[in-house]
Structures are given as structure tokens and as C-alpha cells.
């Protein structure tokens, strides 16, 4: 900021400059903005995907490919969003978990506490009665224009990678000749 003091000739007399440091806010402000960015980026592999303002309970916005995935998900509150996500939950124990630390309250605390993701791996029930493993990454941020915490949610569709997993540790385990996985209900 500079500010020119002049004369009753309109010539100027003094001149008062200062400056001030905005690093910090800069680089928050481009940290945002690359992880709003990225929301809207590519979704090919994503089941569902959420902005949230944990700071305020609120749900923004939502995107999935799955319309009936879309509708479940969507609610006022980032609250009710996690409660919507959880009750699809086909474990009990697991479902248990997320309820915890799913609240605004909880990320909260772990957003003061220096952490800024989490991550959850849960099954869900598909339509047609088979398994669906989920692989869900909640990135929080603060908001550099208003101070609030906010988060983007990822949900992935990861059975395969847990389908082969599961085929390497049997392998690692035993000492057959071959190992087949099939799965009745997806007709694999």
C-alpha cells in the first residue's frame, strides 16, 4: 500500500509505503483452490463424490455417476450425509466405526489436531445382493476467505483390487496348484 502526501501546489512532499507479507494466505488460497479443482476433475472411477462445510454442518454439493447414489447421499446437513453413508454399511462393526468418525464434531477435532484426511474402507450391498468394497477419502481444508473447515469426499469402488488381494494372500498361505474366486451373484 503507498499513499503520496502533497502540498497546497499539488507537488508531492512525502510518500508513505507499506508492505506486508501475504505468502502464507496466497499459498492457502491455491491449496484450496487445486483441491475444489480436483472435485470437479476426473470422476471416471468414483462412486460418489461431496463437498461438505464441516464448519457449519452443511452439505454443499454432490456428483455421482449413479443417480439412486446421488439421492441417498444427498441431504442439508454433512451430518445426515454421513448417517445416509453409513447406514449402507453391510458390517455392523465397520458401520459402528464410521458413525463415530463421521460428525462434523469428531473431524473437527481431528482438523485442530493437525489431521487433514481420512480415509474409511467399508462392503456395501448392491442391488443385486452382491458385495461392493468402498474405499472413501475425506480431504479436509480450511477456507482461507472465511475460516471455516471444509472437506471433499472420494468414494472408489476398490472390490477388485480387494478381490485380488485376497487371491494373493491365499496363494502366499497355501500350497496348491490353482485358486479360482468365483462370485455367484456378479456371475465372475
Given amino acids: ?40 476433475g476426473n470422476l471416471a472411477d468414483v462412486i460418489s463424490s461431496a463437498q461438505l462445510n464441516i464448519s457449519k454442518n452443511l452439505y454443499l454439493s454432490g456428483y455421482s455417476p449413479k443417480p439412486n ?16 453413508a453409513a447406514a449402507a454399511i453391510a458390517n455392523e462393526s465397520i458401520k459402528e466405526e464410521a458413525r463415530k468418525i463421521f460428525t462434523c464434531s469428531n473431524l473437527s477435532s481431528l482438523f485442530k489436531n493437525g489431521q487433514q484426511q481420512v480415509e474409511h474402507t467399508y462392503p456395501v450391498r448392491t442391488s443385486q445382493g452382491g458385495i461392493l468394497w468402498i474405499c472413501t477419502t475425506l480431504q479436509m481444508i480450511q477456507n482461507p476467505n472465511t475460516g471455516e473447515i471444509e472437506a471433499i469426499t472420494f468414494s472408489k469402488d476398490i472390490t477388485k483390487h480387494k478381490r485380488n488381494n485376497e487371491i494373493v494372500a491365499r496363494l502366499a498361505s497355501t500350497g496348491c496348484d490353482y485358486i479360482g474366486v468365483i462370485d455367484v451373484v456378479e456371475h465372475i
Avoid: C
Wanted: aromatic fraction near 8%.
Fill in 69 to 84: 447414489v446421488k439421492e441417498t447421499l444427498e441431504r442439508e446437513t454433512a451430518d445426515e450425509h454421513f448417517a445416509a
Fill in 1 to 40: 500500500s503507498y499513499t503520496t502526501l502533497f502540498d497546497e501546489n499539488g507537488l508531492p512532499v512525502k510518500a508513505y509505503g507499506i508492505g506486508q507479507n501475504i505468502t502464507r494466505e496466497k499459498l492457502a488460497q491455491a491449496e484450496y483452490d487445486r483441491l475444489r479443482a480436483q472435485s470437479m
